[in-house]
């Protein structure tokens, strides 16, 4: 069974800077669409970045120019760094992986923005 793990969300003042990871398992990573999802409480689901196999990536309106997202295939990993980071980035980010029919999800990270 396929296994996506986030890790890197916490606690962190407006303006500042989070790099979240996704460690991807028993997947051919390469093959892979990668992408970042948020829900803030009381919300629904929404993407905020997008990494295609050819490294082709998208993003939110929200969120471009403040968030960057790439991959390492040595590592198996998907990350998304976050900078000038607002209140209204407040939610938990969700690492996702599709390849045709097959779709994973990961556990999520909570990231808060507070001062």
């Known amino acids: 069974q396929a296994q996506l793990v986030e890790s890197g969300g916490g606690l962190v003042q407006p303006g500042g800077s989070l790099r979240l990871s996704c460690k991807a398992s028993r997947i051919t990573f390469t093959l892979y669409t990668l992408a970042w999802y948020r829900q803030a409480p009381g919300k629904q689901r929404e993407l905020v970045a997008t990494i295609t196999p050819s490294r082709i990536s998208n993003y939110a309106d929200s969120v471009q120019g403040r968030f960057t997202i790439s991959t390492d295939n040595d590592k198996n990993t998907v990350y998304l760094q976050m900078s000038s980071l607002k209140p209204e980035d407040t939610a938990v980010y969700y690492c996702?992986?599709?390849?045709?029919?097959?779709?994973?999800w990961g556990q999520g990270t909570q990231v808060t923005v507070s001062s």
């Open positions: 996702n992986a599709v390849f045709n029919v097959l779709t994973y």
